[in-house]
């Protein structure tokens, strides 16, 4: 028949072929293409067959006619228009409470022609809109949210059939959580970042990425190794939103290294505009504030995303007050996510990123911020070094500080005193001036828990001389556990002095003052004081006692907490215990807990 052609498509309800016919009159390959696809899916939906069945019949059959990609196939496997899925996928981003995204039909149909290959996000809304994995569209999984999109599909799209009371194929699919919990339960929560399962008959392997090219369509522009890394990065924090058990593995602490380095990277190198510098500062501030309530590792995430916004920013040339901005921001977060990693309890990437930070710092040439990063990062050998090198960084950066009243005016003379007392060696001496001496003098034994009495009496002078600094503290800097210095801090840290000079009366009071002022859900520094109190208790020859308050510490402590920092103190007071008052069963049930945790 003149203007019409037959082919024969394989039938997916059994193996008998099935003729159709279709106009092919002047509409051109797009149209033809779309007519086929259209036949293909009204017999596959007579036959009562699923979305993905459809979908991977038309990529078969229209593949090699027209080069039609999985991508596409999905969509006229719906029988929408790209102005539908367009809608779908900037809607589901207003519903998140986000601006709509530059998301367009134009990119979509390169998407669909494989000219360019969606970025992770978009890739994982297009999974959302298609109820597909992305592999099913051609691309390498798993998607972003390290779920599975079938999940949350009709039934038709894994067991083959349309169940009744099942929407109509091409109706919008149920919002599936964008790496949140399955509000289904845990029953149906898939495992995050599970392994690709093999292609399903019809679509094309994936081909490996150093080849540069798709199965289908032509050259795709690789992911940079930022783009990469930040992929990781999100997953790891959308796997933490989503409380999925498991360790974070080795390839997230890579990408936190090899985003410090490209920050370095582009340091030595540096348009913004005044609005993005704004954002940046304020959600800097914003991390600060999120410092003590918010688990480390994901606290982590969110600082490292934002550094690569700014790494990104100082790769390009800047004018010079954007730079110096950008410089003050790099700054920051550096030593925030120094921060972050004694906590997290590795020092070396703690150290790196202190490094780092001061690079930074030194490029804007401000003192107190330098000052800043100085004395945070003298906090690494002052948990994990050495003690005499924690003093000695302190002093240097007290020095940095100049005159005029900074955090690190407070915070130095504190770690050299807390250095001072873990230097400090026991001997029959009185206690000497100043606080320190006060107050050893009230708890009536200083002549017994006394240490050297020049250790005693330069911890002394440096924690009058800090809270003599406090008061001078601007308002805003008093409030800020982070970039700032609190008196719940001094407070807590200056029982941690006393203990190790062996005070613990004095102590236990100063953290007691501490933990009055620490809000509910500031867990790291409330679960620090209280094993400060639990070695008050140990000097206080009250080992049982000491224990169970460091049990009950770990045990009220959420598990995204419990790691690092916390568990080096609680695992240091049992090995205290026990070389104190021998190994007794109270001390091996606590090591038993602490294992089992």
């Given at each position: 028949?003149?203007g019409?052609?037959?082919?024969?498509?394989?039938?997916?309800?059994?193996?008998?072929?099935?003729?159709?016919?279709?106009?092919?009159?002047g509409?051109?390959?797009?149209?033809q293409?779309?007519?086929?696809?259209?036949?293909?899916?009204?017999?596959?939906?007579?036959?009562?067959?699923?979305?993905?069945?459809?979908?991977?019949?038309?990529?078969?059959?229209?593949?090699?006619?027209?080069?039609?990609?999985?991508?596409?196939?999905?969509?006229?496997?719906?029988?929408?228009?790209?102005a539908?899925?367009?809608?779908?996928?900037?809607?589901?981003?207003?519903?998140?409470?986000?601006?709509?995204?530059?998301?367009?039909?134009?990119?979509?149909?390169?998407?669909?022609?494989g000219?360019?290959?969606?970025?992770p996000?978009?890739l994982?809304?297009?999974?959302w809109?298609?109820?597909?994995?992305?592999?099913?569209?051609?691309?390498?999984?798993?998607?972003?949210?390290g779920?599975?999109?079938?999940?949350f599909?009709?039934?038709?799209?894994?067991?083959g059939?349309?169940?009744?009371?099942?929407?109509?194929?091409?109706?919008?699919?149920?919002a599936?959580?964008?790496?949140?919990?399955?509000?289904?339960?845990?029953?149906?929560?898939?495992?995050?970042?599970?392994?690709p399962?093999?292609?399903?008959?019809?679509?094309?392997?994936?081909?490996?990425?150093?080849?540069?090219?798709?199965?289908?369509?032509?050259?795709?522009?690789?992911?940079?190794?930022?783009?990469?890394?930040?992929?990781?990065?999100?997953?790891?924090?959308?796997?933490?939103?989503?409380?999925?058990?498991?360790?974070?593995?080795?390839?997230?602490?890579?990408?936190?290294?090899?985003?410090?380095?490209?920050?370095?990277?582009?340091l030595?190198?540096?348009?913004?505009?005044?609005?993005?510098?704004?954002?940046?500062?304020?959600?800097?501030?914003?991390?600060?504030?999120?410092?003590m309530?918010?688990?480390?590792?994901?606290?982590?995430?969110?600082?490292?995303?934002?550094?690569?916004?700014?790494?990104?920013?100082?790769?390009?040339?800047?004018?010079?007050?954007?730079?110096?901005?950008?410089?003050?921001?790099?700054?920051?977060?550096?030593?925030?996510?120094?921060l972050?990693?004694?906590?997290?309890?590795?020092?070396?990437?703690?150290?790196?990123?202190?490094?780092?930070?001061?690079?930074?710092?030194?490029?804007?040439?401000?003192?107190?911020?330098?000052?800043?990063?100085?004395?945070?990062?003298?906090?690494?050998?002052?948990?994990?070094?050495?003690?005499?090198?924690?003093?000695?960084?302190?002093?240097?950066?007290?020095?940095?500080?100049?005159?005029?009243?900074?955090?690190?005016?407070?915070?130095?003379?504190?770690?050299?005193?807390?250095?001072?007392?873990?230097?400090?060696?026991?001997?029959?001496?009185?206690?000497?001036?100043?606080?320190?001496?006060?107050?050893?003098?009230?708890?009536?034994?200083?002549?017994t828990?006394?240490?050297?009495r020049?250790?005693?009496?330069?911890?002394?002078?440096?924690?009058?001389?800090?809270?003599?600094?406090?008061?001078?503290?601007?308002?805003?800097?008093?409030?800020?556990?982070?970039?700032?210095?609190?008196?719940?801090?001094?407070?807590?840290?200056?029982?941690?002095?006393?203990?190790?000079?062996?005070?613990?009366?004095?102590?236990?009071?100063?953290?007691?003052?501490?933990?009055?002022?620490?809000?509910?859900?500031?867990?790291?520094?409330?679960?620090?004081?209280?094993?400060?109190?639990?070695?008050?208790?140990?000097?206080?020859?009250e080992?049982?006692?000491?224990?169970?308050l460091?049990?009950?510490?770990?045990?009220?402590?959420?598990?995204?907490?419990?790691?690092?920092?916390?568990?080096?103190?609680?695992?240091?007071?049992?090995?205290?215990?026990?070389?104190?008052?021998?190994?007794?069963?109270?001390?091996?049930?606590?090591?038993?807990a602490?294992?089992?945790?």
């Open positions: 028949m003149a019409q052609r037959a082919r024969a498509v394989t039938s997916l309800a059994d193996s008998r072929p099935v003729v159709l016919t279709e106009a092919g009159g509409g051109g390959g797009a149209r293409e779309v007519s086929m696809a259209r036949a293909i899916r009204a017999q596959c939906l007579a036959s009562g067959r699923g979305t993905g069945d459809i979908a991977r019949a038309i990529h078969q059959q229209c593949g090699p006619a027209f080069g039609t990609t999985p991508v596409r196939a999905h969509r006229l496997a719906l029988g929408i228009a790209l539908d899925v367009v809608a779908q996928v900037r809607a589901r981003y207003v519903s998140e409470g986000r601006p709509p995204p530059r998301f367009s039909e134009t990119l979509l149909s390169s998407y669909e022609s000219q360019k290959r969606p970025g996000e978009y994982h809304y297009l999974c809109v298609y109820q597909a994995e992305a592999e099913d569209l051609g691309y390498e999984g798993p998607c972003l949210c779920q599975r999109h079938h999940c599909q009709h039934g038709s799209f894994q067991n059939g349309l169940r009744h009371g099942d929407p109509p194929i091409g109706s919008p699919p149920p599936p959580p964008t790496g949140l919990a399955d509000p289904a339960g845990p029953a149906r929560r898939p495992q995050a970042l599970a392994r399962r093999p292609a399903p008959p019809g679509v094309l392997p994936a081909a490996p990425r150093r080849a540069g090219l798709r199965a289908v369509g032509g050259p795709l522009a690789e992911p940079s190794p930022g783009e990469v890394d930040d992929d990781v990065i999100r997953r790891t924090s959308l796997r933490l939103m989503a409380a999925v058990a498991g360790p974070v593995d080795s390839r997230f602490f890579g990408a936190v290294e090899r985003v410090r380095r490209r920050l370095d990277d582009a030595a190198g540096a348009t913004a505009s005044v609005g993005m510098l704004d954002h940046w500062e304020a959600m800097a501030s914003e991390h600060g504030r999120r410092y309530t918010v688990p480390p590792l994901e606290l982590l995430c969110d600082v490292l995303l934002d550094l690569g916004d700014v790494r990104r920013m100082c790769e390009q040339r800047q004018p010079l007050d954007f730079a110096d901005r950008l410089c003050r921001l790099a700054a920051r977060l550096s030593g925030l996510a120094g972050i990693m004694i906590d997290a309890g590795d020092q070396r990437l703690a150290r790196s990123f202190f490094a780092t930070a001061r690079t930074a710092a030194d490029e804007t040439g401000d003192r107190r911020l330098r000052a800043w990063v100085a004395v945070r990062g003298s906090l690494v050998p002052l948990y994990y070094g050495d003690p005499a090198q924690a003093a000695a960084a302190a002093r240097a950066s007290a020095g940095l500080a100049g005159q005029r009243p900074c955090v690190a005016s407070v915070m130095a003379p504190v770690v050299e005193a807390r250095a001072l007392a873990r230097l400090g060696r026991p001997a029959r001496a009185s206690a000497g001036p100043g606080r320190l001496a006060r107050a050893s003098a009230g708890s009536g034994r200083a002549g828990y006394a240490v050297s020049e250790a005693l009496r330069r911890a002394s002078a440096a924690l009058d001389r800090a809270h003599d600094a406090l008061g001078a503290l601007p308002d805003d800097e008093r409030r800020c556990t982070a970039f700032g210095y609190t008196e719940r801090q001094l407070l807590f840290h200056q029982g941690d002095a006393l203990v190790d000079l062996g005070d613990h009366r004095a102590a236990d009071d100063a953290f007691g003052q501490a933990i009055r002022l620490y809000s509910a859900d500031e867990f790291l520094d409330r679960s620090l004081v209280s094993l400060g109190q639990a070695r008050c208790r140990l000097a206080a020859s080992p049982e006692e000491a224990l169970r460091s049990r009950e510490t770990l045990l009220r402590l959420p598990s995204q907490h419990r790691h690092g920092l916390v568990l080096r103190a609680a695992r240091a007071l049992g090995e205290a215990v026990a070389a104190k008052h021998g190994d007794f069963p109270a001390v091996r049930d606590y090591r038993e602490l294992l089992t945790g």
